[in-house]
Structure formats: C-alpha cells, structure tokens
C-alpha cells in the first residue's frame, strides 16, 4: 500500500513569490492533516480535512495561508506571498478515523522543506 | 509555557544501556497520548500509544501517569538503530496531535 507522498520534497523561493505544495493522502483515508516544523521549534498542527471540509484551521498562522481538498482526494496548501518566517519543514498526514485516540493511526508523508530567501 | 515539554537532550548512551525519556503535558483534557520516533530529516512515525496501565512493546516500555501530567519511555538493552529522536505527542480534545519538541538520543558503539 502506497504511504502519504509529498510533492515537492525540496522548495526554494524568494521572499514575495507563491509556493503550492501537495500532498497525497492514503488511498480511503478520510482525514488529512497539515502539520509545520519551523527551525529548532516542535511540530505544529496547521489544519485538519475531513474529505474536503475543513474540520479545523486553528493552526493556520495567517491568511496568507490557504489550504485546499477539492473533492477529498489530495490537498494543496499554498503560501502567498511567502516571508522568510515560512520556511520550515511542512509535513501532511492522513488517517482513516478521526476520533478520539485516532492520533496513534496518522501516517506522515515525508514532508515538504521551504526555503524562503 | 508550552503544551507538551520534553528535555531535549542530546542523550548519549552505549550500546546496551537502558535509557529513559520523560515528557509532561499542560493541558489535563488531553486523552491520548503517544511516542512517536523521528530519524533525521524524515519524517515521524509512530513508536508506540501510552496508557495509564502501561504497555510494554519488546524492549520499549510506554508509562502515563493522568495525576502528575507525565509520560515516560524506557528504553531497554538499547541498539545503535535506536539512535533518533523521540517526540512525546499528546491528543487534544478536537483530536488534533500536539507534539513535544523531542529528545535526540545516540547510541554508540
């Protein structure tokens, strides 16, 4: 079974211009996740899909930030315009149940690295 | 103060050793709680989900304790693939994880 993929794996960009990421959840996985680890700080949750509705976007830092799952397949999210505050590493996850305890059964994918200059 | 706290290490242990990670939690509504294991520049996985009651997966040994807001991992008979590090994930109430910033360990020979 394929995992979570993650595309690009690499982003390098200028400070002002757009940057799309996409991620692919496991196939009949209903609930995917963006999560963001900037520089010597922890993993922080950004939003949650459940098929394309946005469950919760709490973590979303501003809205230069814009997340997307049409029809509940894969997910964009895309960053416009990007500030060197965003680089970091971007990581989505998917899950089959979003319920409580369901932490222990999200599956990373092997997450984006931004580079803003 | 943040949500989920962990010393951040480095621990550096021989092959062998038994080695223990602690972690603890602000926020009392958390329900599930988890470790998860991160190798350099990839992504997390998950170890193993803690309980109350303990639970114990080969060499690793998982411990929540909901009254002091603590969470342990003890790592037995430790393996040079052990070396990575150890993120102490707690559960919110909208079930989204909130991650510890995690504890590098290295195993040498």
């Known amino acids: 079974e394929a995992g979570v993929t993650q595309f690009p794996s690499h982003s390098v960009i200028e400070k002002g211009q757009t940057v799309t990421l996409r991620c692919d959840p496991i196939s009949g996985h209903d609930n995917l996740y963006w999560y963001r680890r900037v520089m010597g700080k922890e993993i922080k949750f950004l939003l949650h899909?459940?098929?394309?509705?946005?469950?919760?976007e709490s973590g979303m830092p501003n809205n230069r930030f814009l997340a997307e799952r049409t029809g509940g397949t894969y997910s964009t999210l895309k960053v416009q315009p990007a500030e060197l505050e965003d680089s970091g590493v971007y990581f989505c996850a998917s899950s089959q149940d979003g319920t409580s305890g369901s932490g222990g059964s999200q599956y990373f994918g092997p997450g984006t690295r931004l580079t803003v200059l | 103060r943040k949500e989920v706290e962990q010393d951040p290490g480095p621990f550096n242990v021989p092959e062998g050793a038994t080695v223990a990670f602690n972690c603890t939690y602000s926020n009392s509504a958390s329900q599930s709680f988890f470790w998860y294991r991160q190798d350099c520049r990839k992504e997390p996985k998950l170890l193993m989900s803690v309980y109350s009651s303990g639970n114990e997966d080969g060499r690793f040994t998982a411990q929540l304790n909901r009254a002091s807001q603590y969470i342990s991992l003890l790592i037995r008979d430790s393996k040079l693939s052990d070396s990575a590090t150890y993120l102490c994930?707690?559960?919110?109430?909208?079930?989204?994880?909130?991650f510890g910033s995690g504890t590098r360990l290295l195993v040498r020979p």
């Open positions: 899909f459940v098929k394309e509705s946005k469950q919760d």
């Open positions: 994930v707690a559960e919110d109430s909208s079930y989204k994880l909130i």
